[in-house]
């Protein structure tokens, strides 16, 4: 008889934290987050440190003409918050203007 071989399985509870996981491999991050209501905020994770993110949120206040906000977190790092859905118009952005790859970039949301 043949002997069977059982699949190796994977326990996603076991340690490793996802967030880490992600960061090791360079993606940037544009996240949406309900807020009440209609009223949403769009967040900027994991830019890469050669890129001043004061000076970058700065720009995107200037031209989506919306307010927004620098968090520094302990587990994610810096994260820009914009108000409103600015997804688009940042993928847009660090697409042209900034040179950074496409595929560098993780757009989630509904």
Known sequence: ????????????FAGGDPIDATE???????RIQQRNGRKTLTTVQGLP???DQKRMLKIFKKD???NG???????LGSVI????????????ILT???GIDRKQIKVHGF
């Open 49 to 51: 440190a050669q890129y």
């Open 81 to 92: 918050q914009l108000q409103g859905d600015q997804r688009a118009k940042i993928l847009g």
């Open 1 to 12: 008889m043949s002997e069977i071989q059982n699949f190796q399985t994977f326990d996603p």
């Open 64 to 66: 989506f003409a919306c």
């Open 24 to 30: 090791k491999e360079g993606y940037i991050h544009i």
């Open 96 to 98: 042209t203007e900034a």
């Open 69 to 75: 906000t620098l968090v520094d977190d302990e587990e």
